[in-house]
């Protein structure tokens, strides 16, 4: 992945630096290695700038292409719809999970990039909170199933019922009531029978392509209400999207690495 090599590259040059630092400056490092307490004088050599300029450039770089990554992930998603539900997600949490192959894709830009192109298309953005809702352990069925974030299918030992679990959160993320940030579990079961088997499609035909996208075919009865729903709002190639006949889901999982 981009983003990700050009990171270790930073942190090669990172490396580099520290080292140019420590042989120039030793009268700043105890015998432990750690850096004095205290206030010291740092020289720089005419290398160690240079290594310093290589990584800014680098870093310069690297941003410009996650911001037109995150454009463009923007308008593929402002394409299906401009009324968009997601999950209200703890960035802070997952760079806590994940480390730092979270925080340089910036999540955090691309969703209120997401949110400034929506609002000036006309369109809305709701960030629902998780804890309030906890769509990935919820059924139809009103059964509270927890899951590891490993498991990605949701069968639920109650009803019976499978889903792809990313889809089945997006799906029940269109029956969160925008006020009270619930979900209306009757409202999602009586919309269901009309919509497993588009969801069923998108489930197989996320699984089957390379691209890992889905669209079913639009229903002709289709009206202006569109509503796109993520499950996730983070970008990552494991991407599915499901398009029904007034719905537009797509989710994404919240697992590391990179962005497609
Ligand atoms: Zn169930």
Redesign the pocket.
């Known amino acids: 992945m981009e983003l990700d090599s050009k990171q270790k590259e930073i942190r090669k040059l990172q490396r580099k630096m520290d080292r140019q630092r420590r042989a120039v400056n030793p009268n700043n490092f105890n015998p432990n290695g750690t850096v004095k307490k205290g206030k010291k004088h740092w020289h720089q050599s005419n290398r160690y700038k240079k290594i310093a300029a290589q990584k800014r450039e680098i870093e310069r770089k690297q941003a410009a292409y996650r911001k037109s990554l995150h454009g463009h992930l923007v308008n593929q998603t402002l394409n299906l719809g401009k009324n968009i539900k997601t999950e209200k997600v703890s960035v802070k949490a997952w760079q806590k999970n994940y480390g730092k192959s979270i925080g340089f894709k910036s999540p955090s830009s691309f969703q209120s990039e997401l949110k400034r192109k929506a609002e000036n298309a006309g369109g809305t953005v709701l960030m629902f909170s998780t804890r309030k809702t906890a769509l990935s352990q919820t ?5 509270k ?1 927890k899951k590891s974030l490993s498991q990605r299918v949701h069968h ?1 030992s ?4 499978k889903m792809q679990r990313d889809i089945l959160s997006a799906y029940l993320s269109r029956y969160i009531d925008p006020k009270t940030e619930t979900l209306s579990i009757q409202l999602a079961r009586n919309g269901w029978l009309g919509m497993e088997q588009s969801l069923l499609d998108g489930w197989q035909n996320g699984s089957n392509q390379s691209t890992r996208t889905a669209v079913s075919p639009k229903s002709p009865t289709s009206n202006s209400g569109i509503e796109l729903m993520c499950s996730n709002p983070i970008a990552r190639k494991e991407s599915e999207s499901v398009r029904t006949n007034e719905t537009h889901a797509v989710s994404w999982n919240p697992l590391p690495l990179g962005m497609g």
């Open positions: 059924c139809l069925c009103g059964n199933q639920c109650i009803c019976g019922l």
